[in-house]
């Protein structure tokens, strides 16, 4: 059974900066970062592929959060910088074993999921 484990959220200001990261057990494929507000469905933030020349980000965070992998380390992060009140959410680090021919962003192709980090962004 894969194990993802993050760490990082926490409270910051409009405009300040949070790193994620992601702890798997062992390598996974496709790796990404969802979120999830009270009320709203999970989205995704970002996805990366397993050798990391695949990336998407979702239109809301281009420009301002960078996803990157270090598979030696078999772990995930997330830079976030610019944050605004609306990035606050919990966190999810999510992880795929199937092989794709593309960049997966939906909720069912990620089968291993953490339990989530919560970042609040104040005004």
């Known amino acids: 059974q894969v194990q993802l484990v993050e760490s990082g959220g926490g409270s910051v200001q409009t405009g300040g900066s949070l790193r994620l990261s992601c702890v798997s057990s062992?390598?996974?494929?496709?790796m990404g970062w969802f979120r999830q507000a009270p009320g709203k469905e999970r989205e995704v933030v970002a996805s990366?592929?397993?050798?990391?020349?695949?990336?998407f980000y979702a239109d809301s965070v281009k420009g301002r959060f960078t996803i990157s992998r270090d598979n030696a380390k078999n772990t995930l992060y997330l830079d976030m910088n610019n944050l605004k009140p609306d990035d606050s959410a919990m966190y999810y680090c999510?992880?795929?074993?199937?092989?794709?021919?593309?960049?997966?962003?939906?909720?069912?192709?990620?089968?291993?999921w953490g339990q989530g980090t919560q970042v609040t962004v104040s005004s």
């Open positions: 990366i592929s397993r050798a990391g020349g695949r990336i």
């Open positions: 999510a992880g795929g074993s199937e092989a794709y021919g593309y960049l997966p962003t939906d909720v069912g192709a990620y089968e291993y």
């Open positions: 062992t390598y996974t494929s496709h």
